[in-house]
């Protein structure tokens, strides 16, 4: 069975119209829109077309790719992206998750760890920040491996190259079969993609699973950010560091915390370690100096372990070959290339479904 919904969202994700499709393929663009919307059956000539113009295999429309529901991609985020990247990203993340979805049915992940928790009057996102800090067992100090930390716990992360999308940070979004998905765009500095992580945690552990329908988005975006810079600078442990703070002193701040300059800066302020002139000082100086849009001083970030292994582990233990996989995955070789893999070691066991271990 051919799905035209699957159809369309491969369609978007290539950032084509059904005008620019049916162009490709020698079919009026009625007809496209017919495939598309199901009111007539799509022919086997029509796929072949279809998956050679657009760079799939034919397996991918043998799938039902639904758009995801509840995601952290709030009113900010969509306000800043033109409607065709919009709809670039969320098609290129529906195909995606449901690669990894296929995945999942012959290995399992780490369980989702991550408690949830409502932001209140007597619990705020800083205290819960700090409180997640604790559950999770992360030491005093700045998070070193903090990708690490969350697959551990059952988040997957994924890096996405968006060229041209530069103002899309990150969002999750839970798969079809419920597995908790950070995309992070890959082309933005690793201080900004460690912050970008720690929003979105945030989000999955205060609204993703919330049951206040009525919260304002705006208003969840900025618990977000709060959560975020307590998480990766507690007060209690940053205040007394950050204390009198100087230009001078920004590049090894930043390299020891990890964040970005203007991060320190803004929780400096926040934490009133230093009055709001210093800091308009210290943007300025950061301005004149080059380092509002691209700082100097760079800090690691380890590389996301969980769908290589699973894509490993279907060749290693499950012998599937690159054709296989790429009728399970629904991307081509090359897409399951620059998508899902990158070099990581692979963990070899033989139950009946294999496990990853962290």
Same mark, same amino acid.
């Given at each position: 069975?051919?799905?035209?919904?699957?159809?369309?969202?491969?369609?978007?994700?290539?950032?084509?119209?059904?005008?620019?499709?049916?162009?490709? +393929?020698?079919?009026?663009?009625?007809?496209?829109?017919?495939?598309?919307?199901?009111?007539?059956?799509? @022919?086997?000539?029509?796929?072949?077309? +279809?998956?050679?113009?657009?760079?799939?295999?034919?397996?991918?429309?043998?799938?039902?790719?639904?758009?995801?529901?509840?995601?952290?991609?709030?009113?900010?985020?969509? &306000?800043?992206?033109?409607?065709?990247?919009?709809?670039?990203?969320?098609?290129?993340?529906?195909?995606?998750?449901?690669?990894?979805?296929? !995945?999942?049915?012959?290995?399992? /992940?780490?369980?989702?760890?991550?408690?949830?928790?409502?932001?209140?009057?007597?619990? @705020?996102?800083?205290?819960? &920040?700090?409180?997640?800090? @604790?559950?999770?067992?992360?030491?005093?100090?700045?998070?070193?491996?903090?990708?690490?930390?969350?697959?551990?716990?059952?988040?997957?992360?994924?890096?996405?190259?968006?060229?041209?999308?530069?103002?899309?940070?990150?969002?999750?979004?839970?798969?079809?079969?419920?597995?908790?998905?950070?995309? /992070?765009?890959?082309?933005?500095?690793?201080?900004?993609?460690?912050?970008?992580?720690?929003?979105?945690?945030?989000?999955?552990?205060?609204?993703? $699973?919330?049951?206040?329908?009525?919260?304002?988005?705006?208003?969840?975006?900025?618990?977000?950010?709060?959560? %975020?810079?307590?998480?990766?600078?507690?007060?209690?442990?940053?205040?007394?560091?950050?204390?009198?703070?100087?230009?001078?002193?920004?590049?090894?701040?930043?390299?020891?915390?990890?964040?970005?300059? %203007?991060?320190?800066?803004?929780?400096?302020?926040?934490?009133?370690?230093?009055?709001?002139?210093?800091? $308009?000082?210290?943007?300025?100086?950061?301005?004149?100096?080059?380092?509002?849009?691209?700082?100097?001083?760079?800090?690691?970030?380890?590389?996301?372990?969980?769908?290589?292994? !699973?894509?490993?582990?279907?060749?290693?233990?499950?012998?599937?070959?690159?054709?296989?996989?790429?009728? /399970? @995955?629904?991307? !081509?070789?090359?897409?399951?290339?620059?998508?899902?893999?990158?070099? %990581?070691?692979?963990?070899?066991?033989?139950?009946?479904? +294999?496990?990853?271990?962290?």
């Amino acid at each position: 069975m051919i799905y035209g919904s699957s159809i369309r969202i491969a369609r978007e994700s290539r950032g084509l119209s059904q005008s620019d499709l049916s162009k490709l +393929i020698g079919v009026t663009q009625a007809t496209l829109s017919r495939f598309e919307k199901g009111g007539i059956e799509v @022919t086997p000539d029509a796929v072949a077309k +279809i998956a050679q113009a657009l760079n799939y295999p034919t397996s991918l429309f043998e799938r039902d790719i639904r758009r995801g529901g509840e995601s952290s991609l709030f009113f900010r985020k969509r &306000a800043s992206m033109t409607v065709k990247n919009l709809s670039v990203l969320e098609s290129k993340i529906s195909i995606l998750s449901k690669s990894i979805d296929e !995945m999942m049915e012959s290995i399992d /992940i780490p369980e989702l760890r991550i408690p949830a928790v409502e932001p209140s009057g007597d619990n @705020t996102p800083q205290e819960i &920040a700090y409180k997640i800090r @604790t559950y999770l067992g992360v030491p005093a100090g700045p998070i070193d491996n903090i990708v690490s930390l969350l697959e551990k716990n059952g988040v997957i992360v994924m890096y996405l190259d968006l060229d041209g999308m530069d103002k899309f940070d990150g969002l999750t979004m839970f798969t079809t079969n419920q597995a908790p998905v950070i995309w /992070i765009n890959r082309n933005t500095p690793n201080d900004r993609k460690r912050f970008n992580l720690a929003h979105e945690l945030g989000h999955l552990v205060m609204h993703l $699973r919330s049951e206040d329908l009525e919260k304002r988005e705006d208003q969840k975006e900025i618990e977000a950010n709060q959560f %975020a810079g307590e998480f990766l600078m507690p007060a209690s442990q940053c205040k007394e560091d950050l204390f009198n703070l100087k230009y001078k002193d920004l590049g090894m701040k930043k390299y020891y915390w990890k964040v970005s300059k %203007a991060a320190i800066i803004y929780r400096a302020k926040e934490l009133n370690c230093i009055p709001e002139e210093t800091a $308009r000082y210290l943007y300025v100086t950061l301005g004149r100096n080059g380092e509002r849009k691209k700082e100097t001083v760079q800090v690691p970030i380890d590389t996301p372990k969980i769908v290589k292994k !699973m894509y490993d582990l279907h060749v290693t233990e499950l012998n599937y070959s690159e054709e296989e996989l790429s009728d /399970i @995955t629904g991307l !081509m070789p090359n897409d399951i290339r620059s998508e899902l893999l990158d070099e %990581a070691e692979v963990i070899k066991v033989r139950p009946n479904k +294999i496990q990853l271990k962290f």
